[in-house]
């Protein structure tokens, strides 16, 4: 695909795979500037000025022009090379506007004609790539990044062949991110559930039960280690309503202290806190036994990806394995895996808040609409942070531990 002829300065970002604008100002002067030329006469001319012209237009995300133009590029596209990169750019437009339905039918019809692109076969594969992965199809993105890799190292252009290897790398850790997450939501839920049931019931006739209690026990070892900040706290329950008044109940009743700007565990709530923490060891055995490997990727994992959730729930509670009052390989890994549950959730906060929802609006979101895919895509971005630093081999070592992990006693 011949590079469009105008000033744009741009890197590729590693993590949403886009253009990075580096001169917004001057590209939108070329671009005010083209639009008000007029086309050239030769219908190659035009193709190519209109081309240029929608490129710019989708990087600076003026999308309704980029739409317009590369439509019209699409139009003049007579020989069978050029109208399939130039429908590929039209539908790179679509992919951009959330129209993915759109998008993803016209990769299709690009890749079933890519033989006709030449030598820009492994430009196909790469933006069809791109659709997938902006959708959140990681392994559809992978598979298709996997092509355009293959067919790159056969090209030899190294500059090409490093952004496949970024954005094949991206798509890996996203599938990671989006499997671990189920394995996170099968393994760490059952835990607090069996303790709740088997072990819980004794330690609250010991302690007495406060009131919400699940708002108090919610905190767990981040209520034993230290004061816990209130932004902390809000975040742990931030689709909970009524925080302020449970937290008023909790400190009426003995078990909490609260300041301006942190939440103080009570010495009772502490111990509390702290039987609760071993008895959630002892289930996390019960169900694991004591698994080396699976508690050393995590720990990896979690230390390393401190400063990477987007939201303040996970930094907290990335350390909190070290204050065990039951050190044992299971009861550290759970402590692990809650950290990443959190960090995932931190993630998940943040991709809602940077599409402009609060907790109301984003429930009435419709499972399938564009918010809710590119919510959902940044997600699992975001979770993707804590696995970037691993190679393939630690990422698939990490999901078949987890998928071997129990979590139901044996009977």
């Known amino acids: 695909m011949a590079q469009p002829v105008w000033p744009a300065r741009y890197r590729i970002?590693?993590?949403?795979?886009?253009?990075?604008?580096?001169?917004?100002?001057?590209?939108?002067?070329?671009?005010?500037?083209a639009l008000a030329r007029t086309p050239p006469a030769d219908p190659d001319d035009e193709r190519a000025h209109r081309t240029a012209i929608g490129v710019a237009a989708r990087m600076?995300?003026?999308?309704?022009?980029?739409?317009?133009?590369?439509?019209?590029?699409?139009?003049?596209?007579?020989?069978?090379?050029?109208?399939?990169?130039?429908?590929?750019?039209?539908?790179?437009?679509?992919?951009?506007?959330?129209?993915?339905?759109?998008?993803?039918?016209?990769?299709?019809?690009?890749l079933r004609d890519a033989h006709l692109a030449g030598d820009q076969v492994h430009v196909v594969y790469q933006h069809a790539g791109m659709c997938a992965y902006d959708a959140?199809?990681?392994?559809?993105?992978?598979?298709?990044?996997?092509?355009?890799?293959?067919?790159?190292?056969?090209?030899g252009d190294e500059e090409l062949i490093e952004a496949t290897r970024m954005a094949l790398d991206a798509a890996d850790a996203a599938?990671?991110?989006?499997?671990?997450?189920?394995?996170?939501?099968?393994?760490?839920?059952?835990?607090?559930?069996?303790?709740?049931?088997?072990?819980?019931p004794?330690?609250?006739?010991?302690?007495?039960?406060?009131?919400?209690?699940?708002?108090?026990?919610?905190?767990?070892?981040?209520?034993?280690?230290?004061?816990?900040p209130l932004e902390v706290?809000?975040?742990?329950h931030r689709y909970?309503?009524?925080?302020?008044?449970?937290?008023?109940?909790?400190?009426?009743?003995?078990w909490l202290l609260k300041t301006a700007k942190t939440v103080v565990v009570s010495s009772r709530g502490r111990a509390l806190l702290r039987q609760l923490a071993v008895a959630q060891a002892q289930t996390a055995r019960t169900l694991w036994g004591e698994p080396v490997l699976g508690k050393s990727l995590a720990d990896e994992i979690v230390l390393g990806a401190v400063g990477t959730s987007g939201g303040p729930v996970f930094d907290a509670v990335a350390r909190l394995a070290e204050h065990n009052p039951d050190p044992g390989v299971a009861g550290d890994l759970f402590h692990r895996l809650n950290a990443l549950r959190h960090h995932r959730a931190d993630g998940h906060a943040a991709a809602w808040q940077a599409d402009g929802h609060?907790?109301?609006?984003?429930?009435?979101?419709?499972?399938?609409?564009?918010?809710?895919?590119?919510?959902?895509?940044?997600?699992?971005r975001i979770a993707a942070r804590a696995f970037r630093p691993l190679s393939h081999q630690r990422r698939t070592e990490l999901l078949s531990v987890l998928s071997g992990l129990r979590h139901e006693p044996l009977v």
């Open 175 to 200: 599938v990671t991110a989006s499997r671990v997450g189920v394995e996170l939501d099968r393994l760490v839920p059952a835990v607090h559930k069996l303790t709740a049931t088997r072990l819980a």
């Open 233 to 236: 706290v809000r975040g742990l």
């Open 240 to 254: 909970v309503s009524g925080l302020e008044a449970r937290l008023d109940a909790l400190v009426a009743a003995g």
């Open 136 to 155: 959140g199809d990681w392994v559809l993105a992978r598979e298709r990044f996997a092509t355009a890799m293959r067919l790159r190292l056969y090209g």
């Open 60 to 110: 600076l995300e003026r999308l309704d022009e980029a739409e317009i133009q590369l439509g019209r590029a699409v139009e003049l596209a007579t020989r069978p090379r050029d109208a399939v990169l130039a429908r590929v750019r039209l539908a790179h437009v679509h992919q951009w506007q959330g129209r993915f339905t759109l998008a993803e039918s016209e990769f299709r019809h690009c």
């Open 202 to 228: 004794a330690i609250f006739d010991r302690h007495g039960l406060p009131p919400h209690a699940g708002t108090l026990v919610e905190l767990g070892l981040l209520g034993v280690s230290k004061p816990v």
């Open 13 to 33: 970002d590693p993590e949403s795979l886009r253009e990075t604008i580096e001169n917004p100002a001057e590209l939108t002067l070329w671009l005010d500037a």
């Open 358 to 380: 609060t907790v109301r609006s984003v429930r009435r979101l419709a499972a399938g609409s564009p918010e809710r895919i590119r919510i959902d895509a940044l997600t699992d």
